[in-house]
Structure formats: C-alpha cells, structure tokens
C-alpha cells in the first residue's frame, strides 16, 4: 500500500454502486484517502439496491461481474442474483474500507466549478454546501426510470408499478396483470411470477432478441486461485468474441440467422413466432439472455398482444383494436432513459456553461470520463462506455485513470486540468464515425441507445481490451494546467 499523500485534493464522490465503491478501492490502493462517497439512499449498492423484482440477476456470469480484486467470493450460481450480488457489493465495501468513507441520505443536487478558487462547489437537496478540488459522477447510467406516456395512466383504480420501484407487498397469486413492456427486466420477471398469476396479458411493443444463457462450470468458491482466473479469461474471451461480432453488419447478420433458427426450436407454433420475431436487425437493441422466456410466453395463462395501447382506463387497458383488458395489477417493464447522464444532477463548469448546454447536440466526453470545459471533473459509466460485457472491467479502467488524474492534481503545484476541446471533438468523431459503421445506425433501429435525435451516445463500439490500453494513462498533453 502506497503512503498517503497529505497534499491529496479533497474528492467528491456521487454514487455508492460499483462505480464509487470501485473507485474508493483505487484511490486507496494510490494512498488517497481525502474523498467521501455521497449516496442519496440509506444503503449503497445502484441499481442492484433498487431493482429487487422476483428473479432479478444478471446476465454476465458471477465470475466476470465481479471485481478484478475480489475473486475469491463464493457465487453460489454462476448468474449473480440481485440479493447476492448487493451482498457482495457491500462484502467489497466493508472489506476494503469504502464503506467508512460513504455519507447516506446525502443526495448531490447541483454542482458549480469556481474557477477562481479551483474546487467544485456542490449542494445537496437538504441545501447543505459542500467544497471538493475534485467532483466524480458515479451514479450509473440506469438510475432514471422511464414510464410510458399512455392515455389515462392516473385514472387505473387497481395495483400499478414499475418494475424498478417493485411492490413487495404485491401478490401475483391467481391475478390477472398487465405488463407493459419487453425488455431486460421483465424476460426476468415474467417467468418469476407466471407460475402463481391467473393471467398474464404481456402487452409488447417491440419483439426482443433472446438468446439462451451460456452456462459455465461452476464451483461456489470457483476452485483454485488459479482456476478462478482461468475461468474469468475464458468467459473474458468470449465476450470480447461477442463484442467482435456485432462491431461488424457481416457477423451480426450470421448472429440474426443462428437466432432465428434457435427461436423456431424455442417456438413451435408459427402465429406466436411470428409476434415473438423482431423487425429490426439483431445487435440494434441490447440482445437479451434468458432460458425461461420463450417457454414462459407459452404457458396457457400468458397472453402475449402487440395490438397498441389506446388508452389505460379505470379497469384496465383498451387496446388500438377496441378491445377492454379489464385487470387486476399493472406492471411496467419499461426500463430507463440511460442516455440522460447524471440526471437529476446539475453540473455547471467554467464561464456559468451547465452541462446541459454543453451537451445539446447529445451527451460527449474523452474516453466518457472527462469533458471539455468541466476542469476537474470525472464521469464513471459516461457517455459511450456501456458494453455488451461487464461493465466492471470499464468502471475499473476509469478509476483507475482518475485515481491518475487525482495524483496528477495532488502534486501541490497543480491548480486545476481541463480537456483540451479539440482532444474531445477528435476522439467523438472517432466515436460515432466508427457507430456509424455498425448496425447500431441502421436505418430501422430505434433504441435506448440513442438520444432523443438519433445519436448513439451509451455504447463502446470496440472491445474491452481497446478501452483499457487507451485508458491505461493520462497524456498530459490532452488536458490544459493551471499552476497554484
């Protein structure tokens, strides 16, 4: 362990999900232990605290959707589920000193650069001011919650919900429940509650692309040391394999072939496949993994309808078609809006420039952690950095490039460093030049991806191993100093 430097720029830190807590692990490793951790729950853990509906996990295996500093974690299954992966996380925190550094019940609202000061000056919503040389955004990119704008929603006189904000009171037990929505969340809640429903009416909009889960060799304590690390290569390996082939219109097209072909063995009856199969080419959407989906969706209690939404009434939902859906709960499996960074936040930087303004044109930043104009100022899962990986791997390159910078900005001679804005149009162009190639653009793919004008402004369009060499250090020359 490094000796602490004395001279180690106050740091702000907002969001206690594996962003902050990954963070707080490096600075600390560098010797930094001026920062604190500002989290607007009673609890740490993001969208792993929030999202507790019934068969909530994730999609990239245990051994990978971890820490690369804590491996040694008994994963009881080789999919992380939403209680042990939030038991893990404060495992993590607990274990490497994070947890001593977060302030509960403290939410950033807004957050000024004072340029002649050189600090951020943040307020929280309980008015309280607080001064940081140095302010980190790590609340994640799935934190804003996205409700459909649907005729009618506050006239419903029975249970309704979203999925992210889950009723756990609610018993599916013998009801008839709408659920509006077919994305991630709900491949995973539906099969949960199908077996005690009466009656599913899953009202899709949007066909998916579901593939099977791979399925690794699993051992709770994974093994070895050694065969703990092997295993995380290999599953290492086959998503950057994964990644390789939907950067390329070619072998996302192979990729569409292979899944329709997997989806007639999973569908049998051709009216069903027919609604189940998408209009849009595979890799537009995040392609989703489930083994219980397709057999869910034909059970005799599960309806599956893609006739519109007119209006949701006092009783239920009237589709497009006249029909009425009288029902007992509705459930929105509608997701979030990622491509609002940082919301509800307010960042403003030098010359009174809000964050906002600067990105009109869509969300931009160098390597999705800093941004022009904004000195001092550290994004963690920024603009285009979500991958079709785990996110980990990303949020630890990024903190380990800001625990650089914070050095950089603990030397006792520098002030303050702002990207160079000819460095951030470069590396954007590159950016969406290189999206734009990919089946992401393509004409008839409409996504969470992208803002509200068509901009790709949440994914990586390489692999991981391309972000961490070009994160791997900080070119000086990328960023203009002032000296104290």
Same mark, same amino acid.
């Given at each position: 362990?490094a000796s602490r430097d004395n001279r180690s720029p106050?740091?702000?830190?907002? =969001?206690?999900?594996?962003?902050g807590i990954g963070l707080a692990y490096w600075l600390?490793?560098? =010797?930094?232990?001026?920062?604190?951790?500002?989290?607007?729950?009673?609890?740490?853990?993001?969208?792993?605290?929030?999202?507790?509906?019934?068969?909530?996990?994730?999609?990239?295996?245990?051994?990978?959707?971890?820490?690369?500093?804590?491996?040694?974690?008994?994963?009881?299954?080789?999919?992380?589920?939403?209680?042990?992966?939030?038991?893990?996380?404060?495992?993590?925190?607990?274990?490497?000193?994070?947890?001593?550094?977060?302030?509960?019940?403290?939410?950033?609202?807004?957050?000024?650069?004072?340029?002649?000061?050189?600090?951020?000056?943040?307020?929280?919503?309980?008015?309280?001011?607080?001064?940081?040389?140095?302010?980190?955004?790590?609340?994640?990119?799935?934190?804003?919650?996205?409700?459909?704008?649907?005729? =009618?929603?506050?006239?419903?006189?029975?249970?309704?919900?979203?999925?992210?904000?889950?009723?756990?009171?609610?018993?599916?037990?013998?009801?008839?429940?709408?659920?509006?929505?077919?994305?991630?969340?709900?491949?995973?809640?539906?099969?949960?509650?199908?077996?005690?429903?009466?009656?599913?009416?899953?009202?899709?909009?949007?066909?998916?692309?579901?593939?099977?889960?791979?399925?690794?060799?699993?051992?709770?304590?994974?093994?070895?040391?050694?065969?703990?690390?092997?295993?995380?290569?290999?599953?290492?390996?086959?998503?950057? $394999?994964? $990644?390789?082939?939907?950067?390329?219109?070619?072998?996302?097209?192979?990729?569409?072939?292979?899944?329709?072909?997997?989806?007639?063995?999973?569908?049998?009856?051709?009216?069903?496949?027919?609604?189940?199969?998408?209009?849009?080419?595979?890799?537009?959407?995040?392609?989703?993994?489930? $083994?219980?989906?397709?057999?869910?969706?034909?059970?005799?209690?599960?309806?599956?309808?893609?006739?519109?939404?007119?209006?949701?009434?006092?009783?239920?939902?009237?589709?497009?078609?006249?029909?009425?859906?009288?029902?007992?709960?509705?459930?929105?499996?509608?997701?979030?809006?990622?491509?609002?960074?940082?919301?509800?936040?307010?960042?403003?930087?030098?010359? =009174?420039?809000?964050?906002?303004?600067?990105?009109?044109?869509?969300?931009?930043?160098?390597?999705?952690?800093?941004?022009?104009?904004?000195?001092?100022?550290?994004?963690?899962?920024?603009?285009?950095?979500?991958?079709?990986?785990?996110?980990?791997?990303?949020?630890?390159?990024?903190?380990?490039?800001?625990?650089?910078?914070?050095?950089?900005?603990?030397?006792?001679?520098?002030?303050?460093?702002?990207?160079?804005?000819?460095?951030?149009?470069e590396y954007n162009a590159e950016i969406q030049t290189?999206?734009?190639?990919?089946?992401?653009?393509?004409? $008839?793919?409409?996504?969470?991806?992208?803002?509200?004008?068509?901009?790709?402004?949440?994914?990586?369009?390489?692999?991981?191993?391309?972000?961490?060499?070009?994160?791997?250090?900080?070119?000086?020359?990328?960023?203009?100093?002032?000296?104290?």
């Amino acid at each position: 362990m490094a000796s602490r430097d004395n001279r180690s720029p106050r740091i702000a830190i907002a =969001g206690s999900g594996f962003g902050g807590i990954g963070l707080a692990y490096w600075l600390k490793k560098a =010797g930094i232990d001026n920062f604190t951790i500002y989290e607007r729950a009673s609890e740490l853990g993001g969208v792993w605290r929030d999202n507790q509906y019934p068969g909530a996990a994730c999609d990239v295996p245990s051994r990978f959707y971890s820490y690369s500093f804590e491996q040694d974690y008994r994963w009881s299954a080789p999919y992380g589920t939403q209680s042990e992966i939030l038991r893990y996380l404060n495992h993590c925190a607990a274990k490497h000193g994070a947890l001593e550094h977060i302030r509960f019940g403290t939410e950033i609202a807004a957050a000024s650069f004072d340029e002649a000061a050189g600090l951020w000056r943040l307020k929280t919503n309980d008015g309280e001011e607080i001064e940081a040389e140095i302010f980190v955004s790590a609340v994640g990119l799935f934190n804003k919650i996205a409700y459909p704008d649907i005729e =009618g929603q506050n006239t419903y006189q029975g249970i309704q919900f979203h999925s992210a904000r889950w009723d756990q009171k609610f018993d599916p037990a013998g009801k008839t429940i709408a659920v509006i929505g077919t994305g991630a969340s709900a491949v995973q809640f539906v099969p949960a509650i199908q077996p005690a429903a009466g009656t599913i009416k899953l009202f899709q909009r949007t066909a998916q692309y579901v593939t099977s889960r791979m399925v690794p060799d699993h051992k709770p304590d994974g093994g070895t040391k050694i065969a703990r690390r092997w295993q995380r290569l290999r599953i290492f390996r086959q998503f950057e $394999n994964i $990644n390789f082939r939907r950067g390329s219109i070619e072998l996302t097209a192979l990729a569409q072939a292979e899944f329709l072909a997997y989806l007639e063995t999973q569908v049998p009856d051709a009216k069903l496949r027919a609604r189940l199969t998408p209009d849009y080419r595979f890799g537009c959407k995040r392609v989703l993994q489930s $083994n219980d989906w397709y057999p869910a969706l034909q059970k005799p209690n599960v309806e599956v309808i893609d006739t519109p939404i007119k209006a949701i009434t006092g009783a239920g939902i009237d589709t497009s078609d006249g029909t009425s859906h009288p029902v007992d709960a509705i459930i929105y499996g509608t997701g979030f809006i990622p491509t609002d960074f940082l919301a509800p936040m307010q960042i403003t930087g030098l010359g =009174g420039q809000s964050l906002d303004h600067a990105w009109t044109g869509g969300a931009e930043a160098y390597l999705g952690i800093t941004v022009s104009g904004f000195p001092n100022f550290f994004m963690m899962y920024g603009p285009n950095t979500n991958t079709a990986a785990s996110i980990i791997f990303m949020l630890e390159n990024q903190a380990r490039y800001i625990v650089k910078c914070a050095r950089e900005l603990g030397r006792g001679t520098v002030h303050t460093m702002n990207l160079r804005g000819t460095v951030q149009r470069e590396y954007n162009a590159e950016i969406q030049t290189r999206i734009g190639k990919t089946v992401l653009m393509d004409a $008839n793919c409409h996504s969470y991806f992208q803002d509200p004008s068509g901009k790709v402004t949440t994914q990586w369009p390489g692999q991981l191993l391309e972000y961490k060499r070009r994160t791997r250090r900080v070119r000086l020359s990328d960023y203009a100093f002032s000296r104290a």
